[in-house]
C-alpha cells in the first residue's frame, strides 16, 4: 500500500500540474486505533504554478477522488490550506500532527508547527469536536450496542474536549496520547476495547458499560457548559508568516527563470 500510494500522489502531480507539499494519514490508522481492514485515509496538500494564482476568477481548490480498494484520498491547494490554517479548521491541525506522512516537501509540517498554538481557536475547536460527541450520542448510542468503530469516533474527540477545556491548548491527534485524560476507572475497559477493535471486522458491535456511557455525556454537558468561557485566540493571527510561508513554498515548488534583460522591450 504505500508503493501505491507514492505511485499515485506522483501520478497526481503529472495529471494535474500540481506540486505535493504533504501527504499524511488523516483516519483511524494516525489515531491510534485501526482495524485489519481499516481504509488508508490520505490527505495532501499541493499548489499549483504561480500563473494559476494570477487569474480574475478562483478555480477549484481540493481534490476528491471515491473511496477505491481502502484508499481514500483527498487534498486542498496551498492557500485554502493556509487560510484554513489561520481560521482554525480542526481536521487540518490534525492532518499536520499525524505520525504517519507519506510525502512531504522539506520542513513543511515544521515550518508550520510554529504557528499551530497562535492559530488554534480554542472555542472553534472545542465546538468542532462536541459536535462529533453529539452526533454519536445522538445516534450511535440510541441502543445499547454501538459499533466499536463509532464509539471510538466519540471517545476520542471527548477526551480531546477535555484537554481543550482542561489545558487550554492544542489537543494531540493520536489517542494513547489523550488518554492521558481517561478517569482511571476506565482504562482497563478502553484499552481491552483497543485490543478487540485491532482485531475485529469494521462491523463489529459491543454493549459499552454503563461507566464509559456516563463519561461521555458528562465530557459532553462540561464542555458545552464552559465553551462560552474560553478564550479564542491567545493573539493575533500569524497572517503575515502565513504569507511568507505561501510564497516560500509557491517559488519553492515551481522556479520562475528569470527574463532576459530587455526581453520586453
Not at 507539499?21 to 504561480?50: K, M, N, Q, T
Not at 477505491?68 to 489561520?86: F, H, N, S, V
Not at 458491535?205 to 457548559?225: I, K, M, N, Q, R
Amino acid at each position: 500500500m504505500l508503493a501505491r500510494i507514492s505511485a499515485v500522489l506522483t501520478e497526481l502531480e503529472a495529471t494535474h500540474g500540481i506540486r505535493i507539499l504533504y501527504a499524511a494519514e488523516a483516519g483511524s490508522r494516525a489515531w491510534g486505533f485501526p482495524s485489519p481492514h481499516s481504509d488508508y485515509d490520505v490527505r495532501f496538500i499541493y499548489c499549483h504554478p504561480a500563473a494559476w494564482y494570477l487569474t480574475l476568477d478562483d478555480e477549484a481548490d481540493t481534490l476528491n477522488f471515491p473511496v477505491e480498494a481502502l484508499l481514500d484520498l483527498g487534498g486542498w491547494e496551498l492557500r485554502k490550506t493556509l487560510r484554513l490554517l489561520r481560521a482554525s479548521n480542526a481536521a487540518l491541525f490534525e492532518w499536520l500532527q499525524s505520525p504517519i506522512v507519506y510525502h512531504q516537501v522539506p520542513d513543511f509540517a515544521a515550518g508550520l508547527a510554529p504557528l499551530l498554538p497562535r492559530a488554534f481557536n480554542l472555542r472553534a475547536g472545542l465546538h468542532h469536536y462536541l459536535g462529533l460527541v453529539r452526533k454519536g450520542l445522538e445516534t450511535d448510542l440510541a441502543t445499547g450496542q454501538v459499533r466499536l468503530k463509532r464509539l471510538f469516533y466519540m471517545l476520542r474527540p471527548a477526551l480531546a474536549v477535555r484537554w481543550i477545556f482542561e489545558r487550554h491548548s492544542l489537543p494531540p491527534m493520536q489517542f494513547d496520547a489523550l488518554c492521558v485524560l481517561l478517569p482511571t476507572e476506565l482504562a482497563a475497559e478502553v484499552q481491552e476495547l483497543l485490543r478487540v477493535k485491532s482485531q475485529a471486522d469494521e462491523k463489529a458491535a459491543v454493549v459499552p458499560s454503563a461507566a464509559l456511557v456516563a463519561f461521555l455525556h458528562a465530557e459532553y454537558a462540561v464542555g458545552s457548559t464552559l465553551r462560552d468561557t474560553l478564550p479564542a485566540l491567545p493573539g493575533p493571527p500569524p497572517t503575515p508568516e502565513l504569507n511568507a510561508l505561501f510564497q516560500h513554498w509557491l517559488a519553492a515548488s515551481f522556479p520562475i527563470s528569470q527574463p532576459t534583460p530587455g526581453a520586453f522591450y
